[in-house]
Structures are given as C-alpha cells and as structure tokens.
C-alpha cells in the first residue's frame, strides 16, 4: 500500500476553505449591496428623465398626475429596460411583467418616489426622484441617506442627518 500523494491530504483542507473564501466574498456583497449591485440605476432614469423633457417642452412626464403612470411613460422610448423602473429597491421582476404587459405600476414594485407636474425651468433645488430606501446610493451601495435627482438634471447624496431638513425644504418650495 502507497502512501497518499501530498495534494490528496492538502485538498481536504483546501476544498472546504476555497468554500469559506467565497462565501464569505458573497456575504460581504450582500453587506456592501443590500438590494444588489445596480449599476447606474439612477443616473439613467434621470438621463431618461431628462431626454423625456427634450421631446415635451421642458416637461418632465406627468400621466393623470400619477407618478408610477409617469415613470412608465419612460418604456421603451427613453429607458429600454423596464427594470430600472423598479428602483434600487424595487421588485425588479414584478416590475419588468407590470411595465412589458402595460399593466399600472405601484409602490410594492417600484422604490421610486417621483413628482410629476414639472419642468425643467422649475427651481433647480426643487427634487423630482429618489429612492424611498434610506441607506444606498445611486448604484446600490450601502451609503447613508438618500439618492436625490432635481429638475436641472443633478442627483446627490442627501444624509440620513438631514433627510428631514430636505423633506420640510421641499414642502417649501412645492407650497405646501
């Protein structure tokens, strides 16, 4: 009888650790993005936003004063992926069947809070899109506060720390 080749003792401690190893990146993943990594979510419903202004005078889109009818008006022309109407923490499959079947968006699908009714000549600081999940930023990573996106186009990082001055800045400036 032969003695075990050194790799054989070697792979029962190293299969079992390459496992860890990788359980462990996935985990922290999930830590770093709490909903998924979406990359330029944000940004490209914003840039859809603003290419939908392009084509309506300055308007942003405003469907019965909706602002899930609002958002899908966006599919296809302006974002041709109906996911990214589901937000950074939205239901990206319900929304996806919902917006290809021409069936109404609503608030359990879709992450986004939107206000239609505006347009771009609008006070610049007046906010039109975030996120209704605190804790992620424009691509899903865990960041504190809230992405915000204006009517001049902008988008930013508004802190957990002054997320109640922003809302109470923007019943200001909304008039009510």
């Known amino acids: ?3 075990p080749k050194p790799w054989s003792r070697r792979r029962f401690f190293l299969i079992p650790l390459f496992g ?7 985990l922290q993943s999930r830590y770093r993005f709490p909903y998924g990594y979406k990359p330029a979510r944000f940004p ?10 392009m084509d309506h005078d300055g308007a942003f889109p405003n469907v019965k004063n909706d602002p ?8 296809p022309e302006y974002l041709t992926d109906a996911s990214f109407l589901a937000g950074i923490s939205g239901n990206e499959a319900e ?3 919902l917006v290809t079947s021409g069936l109404p968006l609503n608030s359990q699908t879709s992450s986004w809070i939107y206000w ?7 006070n610049p600081a007046l906010a039109i899109l975030w996120e209704n999940a605190e804790g992620v930023s424009f691509n899903g990573a865990r960041r504190s506060g809230h992405i915000v996106g ?5 988008f930013r990082q508004i802190g957990a720390d002054q997320w109640e001055d922003f809302l109470q800045q923007q019943k200001r400036l909304r008039g009510k």
């Open 150 to 154: 204006y009517c001049d186009g902008s």
């Open 20 to 26: 860890l190893v990788i359980l462990l990146a996935h």
């Open 44 to 53: 490209m419903v914003m840039a859809a936003l603003r290419l939908y202004t």
């Open 95 to 97: 929304t996806t069947r």
């Open 116 to 122: 239609p009714g505006y347009n771009e000549s609008n």
């Open 1 to 3: 009888m032969t003695a």
């Open 68 to 75: 899930y009818a609002s958002l899908a008006a966006l599919y």
